[in-house]
């Protein structure tokens, strides 16, 4: 099992401090694709009612108005990419696996 597999099930209530560990180890894992670049890394609650943690920004460096947020979801403990673009927004499936969320990122290249 992964480090960020198994540190994802064995989180209980995430903070600030969990989430910032789960995004050290999520960058530490993941295969960014050529195609995009890390522009923010600042842990923070998400700006909505839940209780999902913003973990990494992600932009397009071609196409600087294609953004890609990736939330820790508070209840599963699962990660979701959340694509935006002027044509369209889309949201991945939750996942524990970091070679899913490089494959999100590559189809939205």
Known sequence: MRTLQKQLSN???????????????????LSIPADWTVIETDVEMAQDETQDWFLVGFQHKSDPDKRASLFLLEGSHKLQLYIESPEN???????RDSAEITSVLSDHS
């Not at 995430?14 to 989430?19: C, L």
């Not at 927004?89 to 996942?95: A, H, L, Q, Y």
């Open 11 to 29: 989180l209980t209530d995430p903070d600030a401090n969990a989430a910032e560990q789960t995004r050290d180890t999520l960058l530490s894992e």
């Open 89 to 95: 927004d889309d949201w991945s499936e939750p996942t």
